[in-house]
């Protein structure tokens, strides 16, 4: 019996669907499996076994840090699976092996996402260690301050304004205090901070600062861009297909940023190039020779290079310092005990400067050298930066082809410990640096690990207090691949937080409910408003002295 020829088509047609579909379904089994197998010894999310996915939903819901930092006491191990092929680790050892000098790792493809111009590499998004080296070496001068001696002179005149913004602006006078009628503003430490961190990378870059705290707004909405594409920009650098989508030479022809773009890094590349174009286009001897751009061409960047390396300012150099100073300074003011004692520490130095013992007219804010050196304000500020890095991305590295054994510190991460054994990686696991985990260990920083507290710091001498600091300092990367701008950070953190607390008095508004804040690559809040008050005896004094 013949069958009609509708039959027959879809007799075919249900077969080649169920082949299709079976084959489908084959192809997915044997893929997880290889993909699971070769990492089955690394506990994780079950779904993080298999793909991104898992990654993908806590990265782009902006709760990162929270996720990540309770994620190796959960699963009580020091390396825990983030994907097929991505380990995390809070192991403050194994991230040094992972970033040493004379490490055989590798940067993972997570690090292409710092092209933020796609078509021109900058110091973080360079791969080829060798090629990063050498470039490290170009604007480390830069950098650290070797050829601008000015360095701290410019930092300290955007401390400087930043202190006469808040007398001028937001100070509640003494009289309005306890009145309900007083129409001072209140500040957004979160505008402010990323102000003054704006206007201290523009000025030690371009040599002449955009004037965020000036002018009180967000010149070319540099910042507001920034904010803008996180949650884009940390989604895509910890998930691969995506990284390899938006880095498609096809598709950044085709849709990638550009210069006549209104918004986004197309806005942001313009902004660069604009600067570089004009420091080029003037003759040399009329040019600035004291800041980063010309660092930058005294060492034979491309006039590419350098529009690259200064959109890498803008972007990385301004949110993270910022981040590090809202952190040191709202853990501060919220706890009684660290906010009274720094006062005292204050008081007691501005004392002894007076009294000549130390060398210090309080007519200028304080060195870095100078702020280091006191116990308690280094023990508040690295305290602050261990209880909320300033950032928060991956940053990982790839084993060898031949793969690695790593050696936590210590096995147990929560439930007693154990004796530490090394544990196996194949060749080409990307391992993570898991800083919000790292900065919480109690094996590292105490029973107490999750309570704010700089006295852990004080309880330590010499190199016990040291390999604290050093752990904690991690936040900045190491090695290699540590961060250059790690000087100019510290100096706007100390700077900030010594002479704020030296000169204000600062009240959160809403002490339930300081502020909305998601974390991505960096945390962003806003509403985090703040009472200003002038400290009656030390504020007093230091407006005094200033306008002498």
Known sequence: MAYPVSALLTLLLDHF????????????VITAFLAWYPLRHIP????????????ARNTYSGKQYLVLRDLHDKYDAPLVRLGPTLVTTNDPDILRRISGTKSPYVRDQWYTTGRFNPHE???ISRMDTEDHAKAKAKVVPAYSGRESPAMETGVDDQVKTFINLLRTKYVLPTTAAATNNDKTPLLDLGDA???FT???????????EFGYLRDG???????????????????????????????WPPFLTVLGPKETDKQGFGALMKIANTHVSHRLSTPPEKRPQDDMLASFIRHSLTPAECASESLLMLVAGAESSANAIRAVLVHAITCPRVYMRLKAVIREHVAASASGELDDDGARPITLAQAQKIPYLRAV????LRMRPPVLGLMSKVTPAEGDEVVPRMAGQGKGGSEAKGIRLPGGTSVA???SGLLRRRDVFGADAGVYRPERFEELQGEERERMERDVELVFGYGRWGCVGKTVAFMEIFKVVWEVMKNFDLQLVDPLRPCEQLSYGVFLETGLMLRVTEDRELGARSSEEKSK
Do not use: Q
């Open 17 to 28: 669907v169920f082949c299709a579909v079976a084959t489908l379904v084959s192809w997915y």
């Open 44 to 55: 994780g999310p079950f779904i993080a076994k298999f793909s991104y996915l898992w990654l």
């Open 121 to 123: 590499d900058n110091l």
């Open 193 to 195: 901070s990323n102000y």
């Open 198 to 208: 704006m206007d201290v990378i523009t000025r030690l870059g371009f040599g002449k």
């Open 217 to 247: 707004t967000d010149h070319y909405s540099v910042l507001s861009i920034i904010r803008s594409l996180w949650p884009f920009l940390s989604t895509s650098a910890d998930v691969p297909w995506i990284r390899r989508v938006l880095f």
């Open 381 to 384: 500020v690295y305290e602050g």
């Open 433 to 435: 640096m898991n800083l």
